[in-house]
């Protein structure tokens, strides 16, 4: 199994363009969450989804927009990019629900620079 | 807003040393709290997990100590390799919401041969 797989790995965007950050994954989990991580920050979460076509904010949406129409794929889009947005991006999967003991698993992660 | 304090943030430990690492919690509704490792260019991995119903679990070389009262949960690495050079999160899932983890600060550790 490829687990969570992210796309790019690397990107370089200039202020004001936009993109989308692609993630899937194959272990059929409901629950989806992206993440960036800075720094001495630890990882904070931006949006997640417990299943197709639900989504909610996390602690840091501002700046991002996701969608979710399959189970699979979870895109995060960056709409005018900002330097405050430079940072690596992890998307996440896990069977979660009720029982809050199941792994997260990730994936390598997009890191983002925008000058 | 609930929180999870990570300490230190860097830490530097000899070969066969014992490393520590500290995480404090601020609200009680926390029922999980898994350690995730991530290495360079990698995504995090859950490495080890306790709940608060037992004060000890051990795998292997690492093990989490747990003190429901004071509200923290550390992670030691007994017999510390230059392979467990990495950083380490803790974390603490919210109840009954999709899952979602509070995480640590994260602590780099730099295992010298």
């Known amino acids: 199994n490829a687990g969570v797989t992210q796309t790019p790995k690397f990107r370089i965007l200039k202020i004001g363009q936009s993109m989308t950050l692609q993630c899937t994954q194959d272990?059929?989990?409901?629950?989806m969450y992206w993440y960036r991580q800075d720094p001495g920050m630890g990882l904070k979460l931006i949006y997640y989804?417990?299943?197709?076509?639900?989504?909610d904010k996390g602690e840091v949406p501002n700046g991002y927009n996701v969608s979710r129409s399959t189970t699979e794929d979870f895109p995060l889009r960056l709409e005018l990019a900002a330097p405050s947005q430079t940072s690596v991006y992890f998307c996440?999967?896990?069977?979660?629900?009720?029982?809050?003991?199941?792994?997260?698993?990730f994936g390598d992660g997009t890191r983002l620079s925008i000058l | 807003q609930q929180q999870v304090k990570q300490s230190p943030q860097s830490l530097i430990v000899q070969k066969g040393g014992i490393s520590i690492i500290n995480c404090a919690y601020e609200?009680?509704?926390?029922?999980?709290f898994p350690w995730y490792q991530q290495f360079p260019g990698k995504g995090p991995a859950l490495l080890i997990a306790?709940?608060?119903?037992?004060s000890e679990k051990k795998e292997g070389r690492f093990t989490i100590s747990f003190n429901k009262s004071a509200k923290q949960f550390s992670l030691h690495i007994m017999d510390s390799q230059p392979g467990d050079s990495a950083t380490y999160f803790c974390?603490?899932?919210?109840?009954?919401?999709?899952?979602?983890?509070?995480f640590g600060q994260g602590t780099e550790l730099s295992v010298k041969p």
């Open positions: 609200n009680t509704a926390f029922d999980y």
């Open positions: 996440a999967s896990s069977q979660a629900g009720i029982y809050s003991n199941q792994p997260q698993h």
């Open positions: 989804s417990v299943g197709a076509g639900i989504t």
């Open positions: 306790i709940r608060p119903d037992v």
């Open positions: 272990m059929n989990h409901n629950y």
């Open positions: 974390a603490a899932p919210l109840y009954n919401q999709g899952g979602k983890l509070i």
